[in-house]
């Protein structure tokens, strides 16, 4: 058996042990990814036909995963309106209990507007490491596994307390500078000494920018608000497009 039938066969052995439908959710593990399709169909003799989502999908509105017009999405809503887009449902339980601030297994559309991925921060942040950072090197089969688990592990700001350093009530431009490097570097842990400077320089270049595209009040420093002010238009239905995006960029 080779290394990547290994890896194909421990992982959908985990996923069978999360659930209780262990064929349906097998197969359905399968669908996410042409390889591990191709596998399962050897393993079973079954055919499987794989998941393709509609072709042009641009935006996702709360009235097209409110399905009876109740003005809320229940989990049933949106994992059937999910399943249609082929995103696994792992990942749509996932964004729903996210989106899902108060627990009550619905999602109103105050949730839903406020439920986009970032704020002006961590859009900032997500911008500049994916400029700026070499991912490490992947197998075909890690960058298809890989995909959906960075969606799901999105760039999410400290809090304002871990960020204000000197503990002034006031976030300055060398303590954001911290964070640009934090993320870049969490993104490749293997990077050495020569490229971790090198990226030093570059956020040393675009911060005073960056600072002023958050700075709304000209202060020089970012207050608590600043700091947590979100990114205008992000909601939902934006999750949603980037996680089909995910899923045809992991086929």
């Known amino acids: 058996m080779t290394a990547e039938e290994r890896e194909c066969m421990t992982s959908c052995r985990v996923k069978v042990d999360l659930g209780s439908e262990d064929a349906n959710r097998l197969e359905d593990f399968a669908k996410e990814n042409k390889t591990r399709l191709r596998r399962y169909e050897e393993h079973t003799g079954q055919n499987v036909k ?13 009235a097209d995963v ?13 994992t059937a ?19 899902d601030r108060n627990h009550d297994e619905s999602v109103t559309t105050k949730e839903w507007n406020s439920s986009g991925e970032d704020t002006q921060i961590e859009y900032e942040v997500d911008k500049f490491a994916d400029k700026h950072v070499e991912p490490k090197k992947e197998a075909p089969e890690d960058v298809a596994r890989n995909a959906l688990k960075d969606l799901v592990g999105e760039v999410k700001a400290p809090a304002f307390e871990d960020m204000d350093k000197d503990n002034d009530g006031k976030i300055t431009e060398w303590e954001l500078s911290s964070f640009f490097m934090w993320e870049a570097v969490r993104r490749n842990t293997q990077m050495d000494g020569r490229t971790r400077r090198h990226l030093q320089e570059n956020v040393n270049k ?28 992000e909601n939902f239905g934006h999750e949603i497009l980037e996680a089909v995006m995910a899923v045809s960029d992991a086929e």
């Open 206 to 233: 675009v911060m005073a920018d960056k600072f002023k595209v958050l700075d709304k009040d000209g202060d020089h420093f970012l207050s608590r608000e600043e700091y947590k002010a979100r990114k205008s238009g």
């Open 81 to 99: 309106f999910t399943d249609m887009l082929c995103i696994p449902q792992d990942l749509a339980n996932k964004m729903f209990d996210d989106a």
């Open 66 to 78: 409110d399905l009876n017009n109740d003005k809320i999405v229940t989990r049933h809503e949106l």
């Open 50 to 62: 794989p998941c393709k989502p509609p072709a042009n999908v641009e935006e996702v509105h709360f």
